[in-house]
């Protein structure tokens, strides 16, 4: 059974950084395509970041330049890099992988096609 525990989160202050992690276990793919999410109260949950193969990323545009995704298979971990937050950044934090098609839906869990296996969720709160 795969599972995904985030952490890292916590509050700072605007163009402040903090970087996520998420920890994988039981999954047995390396170049599995993971993925990082975000939700906000009263918003729908958003894709903001995937890497794939360890190299291959995807960024949301509102947090190109400012975001990075990487991963350290030999820690079976994959982190979130993020730099320059804005108060629009915050939201809790979902890791997630076997991605599906959709890059947004109602909730950040399974069952609205977005991705099979979904981490708690960590909370990132970004003051002005």
């Known amino acids: 059974e795969v599972q995904l525990a985030e952490s890292g989160g916590g509050s700072v202050q605007a163009g402040g950084s903090l970087r996520l992690s998420c920890l994988i276990s039981g999954l047995s793919d390396d170049d599995s395509e993971m993925g990082w999410y975000r939700q906000a109260p009263g918003n729908e949950c958003k894709l903001v970041a995937t890497i794939s193969r360890g190299t291959r990323t995807y960024y949301l545009d509102s947090v190109k330049g400012r975001f990075t995704i990487s991963q350290d298979n030999g820690k079976n971990t994959v982190y979130l890099q993020m730099t320059s937050l804005k108060p629009e950044d915050t939201a809790v934090y979902y890791c997630?992988?076997?991605?599906?098609?959709?890059?947004?839906?109602?909730?950040?869990?399974?069952?609205?096609?977005?991705?099979?296996?979904w981490g708690p969720g960590t909370q990132v709160t970004v003051s002005s």
């Open positions: 997630a992988t076997s991605l599906g098609p959709r890059a947004s839906g109602p909730y950040c869990a399974a069952g609205y096609s977005i991705a099979g296996t």
